[in-house]
T-cell receptor, first 109, second 114 residues
């Protein structure tokens, strides 16, 4: 099942913070976060694994609530370069990675 | 080095043409993937190869034919495509297909079917 992302879109001014949420109706093994700019490929940001292990971008943080099957991506002190569409992808064990519909983030000067 | 390369960057083809997309990685990854992405939509999985064997085919029409000649190379052969197949085709790779590994995406091939 496709995870649900919220909000669908957010507009920030440079320096502001944002939180993007991702939730699933099924038990998750891992949550993957990607950022995609227009016309480019998705770029890996972070992976959160069941059991608490995290790997990813040093300037971006995320949480994973295994009991609630929810993850949140925290973008602090946003920069213009943070603009793009953020996708969460979820996996239950060895199943395929399924992406949410995306959250479009716009950071203005 | 976390680079996945794809060629060509752009491809325009007619509905009767045969063409191929190529993907290459030299990270020693044993899992490789093809995704299709339409405008303003998330990537959708098409195929997964694990240790050079097809492990997942997401009910993709036979006009798309994947091939994994070796552990570094993944091809997608295209034949008799439809205009609705126009999209960005992304290749990705990961160390294993375990659910615990990051998938690294290539830059994609933007396909237009006339």
């Amino acid at each position: 099942q496709q995870p649900v992302q919220s909000p669908q879109a957010v507009i920030l001014r440079e320096g502001e913070d944002a939180v993007i949420n991702c939730s699933s109706s099924k038990a998750l093994y891992s949550v993957h976060w990607y950022r995609q700019k227009h016309g480019e490929a998705p770029v890996f940001l972070m992976i959160l694994l069941k059991g608490g292990e995290q790997k990813g971008h040093e300037k971006i943080s995320a949480s994973f609530n295994e009991k609630k099957q929810q993850s949140s991506l925290y973008l602090t002190a946003s920069q213009l370069s943070y603009s793009g569409t953020y996708f969460c992808g979820t996996q239950g064990g060895s199943e395929k990675l399924v992406f949410g519909k995306g959250t479009k983030l716009t950071v203005n000067p | 080095d976390t680079e996945v390369t794809q060629t060509p960057k752009h491809l325009v083809m007619g509905m009767t043409n045969k063409k191929s997309l190529k993907c290459e990685q030299h990270m020693g990854h044993r899992a490789m993937y093809w995704y299709k992405q339409k405008a303003k939509k998330p990537p959708e999985l098409m195929f997964v190869y694990s240790y050079e064997k097809l492990s997942i085919n997401e009910s993709v029409p036979s006009r798309f034919s994947p091939e994994c000649p070796n552990s570094s190379l993944l091809n997608l052969h295209l034949h008799a495509l439809q205009p609705e197949d126009s999209a960005l085709y992304l290749c990705a790779s990961s160390p294993e297909d375990s659910g615990r590994d990051t998938q690294y995406f290539g830059p994609g091939t933007r396909l237009t079917v006339l």
